[in-house]
């Protein structure tokens, strides 16, 4: 549910922009300033926490500041966008954006293991894909269509849904063949 947490401003958005697109950046660019808030005072600040924040700022002012702009027909490429292009410059940098989620749920001392780190690295990898993917796909729709409301809708749920539950089921291979591995370690060392 980690994931979940930091897509917050995200659902926000896409919930409330079906009623006004001002509105759903207004209210995501609020949750995501209290998600950063907590990144802060925990001194946990990720990458996503902090591109998440500063697009849903910058996209809420131009929507207030000129409501007929037509960022709004667009606002689904960029947004797909910028969580693409956010993935991919953590995977350049050797920092995948999961791993500020996935070192909450093990052990500090698996924080550096190289597995651990190809881990994240495939879950990331795993994002970036569906975020590019949508961010082309909702090009084309609008291309093609400036009024399809409903694939577009379809592409966000997709770009959302197929890594959430991609990057789970990898992740929970990965945690049990982790757990293989430990249980044989422990077995094959002898007990003092």
């Not at 947004?79 to 500090?108: C, D, E, H, Y």
């Not at 924080?111 to 894909?129: D, G, M």
Request: with cysteine.
């Amino acid at each position: 549910m980690n994931y979940v947490r930091g897509f917050a401003p995200w659902l926000c958005y896409a919930l409330l922009s079906a009623f006004d697109w001002r509105l759903g950046l207004s209210a995501a660019a609020v949750a995501s300033l209290l998600l950063l808030v907590a990144q802060l005072r925990d001194r946990n600040v990720d990458l996503l926490g902090a591109a998440t924040t500063v697009f849903f700022i910058v996209m809420a002012v131009i929507a207030i500041v000129d409501p007929t702009s037509g960022l709004g027909r667009w606002i689904t490429v960029l947004a797909n966008g910028t969580l693409a292009v956010t993935a991919l410059a953590s995977l350049a940098v050797r920092r995948p954006f999961t791993l500020s989620i996935s070192r909450k749920q093990v052990p500090r001392e698996l924080w550096h293991a190289p597995r651990f780190i190809h881990v994240n690295v495939v879950l990331t990898s795993i994002w970036a894909a569906a975020f590019v993917g949508g961010a082309v796909a909702a090009a084309l729709i609008i291309a093609l269509d400036n009024a399809a409301t409903v694939p577009l809708i379809a592409v966000q749920v997709l770009a959302f849904v197929i890594p959430l539950v991609a990057s789970g089921r990898y992740a929970a291979r990965a945690q049990a063949k982790a757990s293989r591995v430990l249980a044989e370690r422990a077995v094959a060392e002898p007990q003092v």
